[in-house]
Nanobody, 123 residues
Framework: QAQLVESGGGLVQAGDSLRLSCAVS????????MAWFRQAPGEEREFVGA???????IYEDSVKGRFDISRDDAKNTVHLHMHSLKVEDTAVYYC?????????????????WGQGTQVIVSA
């Protein structure tokens, strides 16, 4: 049974960096689109970025230039490197997976989700 397990969340200060990891079992990260979503308190879950199976990466505008997604095929893991964190980046961050390569920002297309990891950015 495929599973995604996120880790790396925590409490940091504005301007700090943090790396989230998504360990994948039962599904190859380089054969699927792997995405990060986040949900802030009282808000809808939103797309952060994704790496599709070809290696192409796409980011939501508010994180471009600050967040990077990388993929470790040997460890079957995807990372979200977050830099210059802002208070508004506070959210639960979710890793998600789907077999397609279109509509990668559409939450409904993802069939596998992790449990989420909390990131809190203090001023």
């Amino acid at each position: 049974q495929a599973q995604l397990v996120e880790s790396g969340g925590g409490l940091v200060q504005a301007g700090d960096s943090l790396r989230l990891s998504c360990a994948v079992s039962g599904r190859a990260v380089n054969g699927n689109t792997m995405a990060w979503f986040r949900q802030a308190p009282g808000e809808e879950r939103e797309f952060v970025g994704a790496i599709i199976r070809t290696g192409y990466i796409i980011y939501e505008d508010s994180v471009k230039g600050r967040f990077d997604i990388s993929r470790d095929d040997a460890k079957n893991t995807v990372h979200l490197h977050m830099h210059s964190l802002k208070v508004e980046d506070t959210a639960v961050y979710y890793c998600a997976s789907q077999g397609g390569i279109v509509g990668v920002a559409r939450e409904s297309l993802y069939d596998l989700w992790g449990q989420g990891t909390q990131v809190i950015v203090s001023a």
